[in-house]
C-alpha cells in the first residue's frame, strides 16, 4: 500500500504570510497528486491537481509542486478565507493498484490564525 | 454547474446495513467520469470508500471491500453506496464527488451527510 505522510498536522500563520505543507508518500506516485481545503461543516474544495495544476476559479496565490514522492502545497500572502484544514490525496493508479491502494487520503493540516 | 446530493438515512443500528444515494443534477452520469463515495469520521480526516464507473466497474477500498456494494442507476441519474454489518466505528459524514478518470481528483462534491450508527 502506499502509506501518505502530511506534515505539519497543524499550523499557526497571520494574514499576509506565505505557508507550505509538505506531503510525502511511499512510493512514486509521479504527479498523482491531488490537495483540497476543507472548513468546517463543508465539503472539501479542490484545489490543486496534478501536483502543480490549479483548479479553475481558485485564486493564484495557491500552488503545487513535487513529483514522485515528495509534494508541497504553498500558500502565498494568507487571506482571512484561507484558515482552514488542508487534505493532500494520491490517485496513481494501474488496475491493479486502485484495487490495492484507492485513493489515499493524507492525514490533514490545520491551519489557524496567529 | 455540476451538484450532487447524497440521501439516506441518518441513524442506522449496529449489525444493520447503512444505504446511500447520490443524486446527479446538470450532467450525464453516463458522460464519462467516474463517481464516488468519500467519509469522514466526526472530527478525523477523509477516508476514500469506493469510485465507480458508469459501465459497473468498481474499486473498493481493500478495507471496506467485503461489506461494500455500490451501484449507478443511469436512468435516475443516481449512483448508491450500501455498507453491510455497520458498527459505531461506521459513524461518519459521507460524502458522494465525481472523479475524474484520468488523475482522479475529485472535482464536485455533495454536501455531505452524517450517518450515526447507534441502538
Known amino acids: 500500500d502506499i502509506q501518505m505522510t502530511q506534515s505539519p498536522s497543524s499550523l499557526s500563520a497571520s494574514v499576509g504570510d506565505s505557508v507550505t505543507i509538505t506531503c510525502r508518500t511511499s512510493?512514486?506516485?509521479?504527479?498523482?497528486l491531488n490537495w483540497y481545503q476543507q472548513k468546517p461543516g463543508k465539503a472539501p474544495r479542490l484545489l490543486i491537481y496534478g501536483a502543480s495544476s490549479l483548479q479553475s476559479g481558485v485564486p493564484s496565490r495557491f500552488s503545487g509542486s513535487g513529483s514522485g514522492t515528495d509534494f508541497t502545497l504553498t500558500i502565498s500572502s494568507l487571506q482571512p478565507e484561507d484558515f482552514a484544514s488542508y487534505f493532500c490525496?494520491?490517485?496513481?493508479?494501474?488496475?491493479?493498484?486502485?484495487?490495492?491502494?484507492?485513493?489515499?487520503f493524507g492525514q490533514g493540516t490545520k491551519l489557524e490564525i496567529k | 454547474q455540476v451538484q450532487l446530493q447524497e440521501s439516506g438515512p441518518g441513524l442506522v443500528k449496529p449489525s444493520e446495513t447503512l444505504s446511500l444515494t447520490c443524486s446527479v443534477s446538470?450532467?450525464?452520469?453516463?458522460?464519462?467520469?467516474?463517481w464516488g463515495w468519500i467519509r469522514q469520521p466526526p472530527g478525523k480526516g477523509l477516508e476514500w470508500i469506493a469510485t465507480?464507473?458508469?459501465?459497473?466497474?468498481?474499486y473498493y477500498n481493500l478495507s471496506l471491500k467485503s461489506r461494500l456494494t455500490m451501484s449507478v442507476d443511469a436512468s435516475k441519474n443516481q449512483f448508491s453506496l450500501k455498507l453491510s454489518s455497520v458498527s459505531a466505528a461506521d459513524t461518519a459524514v459521507y460524502y458522494c464527488a465525481r472523479v475524474e478518470p484520468g488523475m482522479g481528483y475529485h472535482d464536485y462534491w455533495g454536501q455531505g451527510i452524517l450517518v450515526t450508527v447507534s441502538s
Open positions: 490525496q494520491q490517485t496513481y493508479t494501474t488496475g491493479y493498484q486502485t484495487y490495492r491502494t484507492g485513493y489515499t
Open positions: 465507480i464507473y458508469h459501465s459497473g466497474t468498481t
Open positions: 446538470d450532467y450525464s452520469i453516463s458522460s464519462g467520469y467516474y
Open positions: 512510493h512514486n506516485i509521479y504527479n498523482y
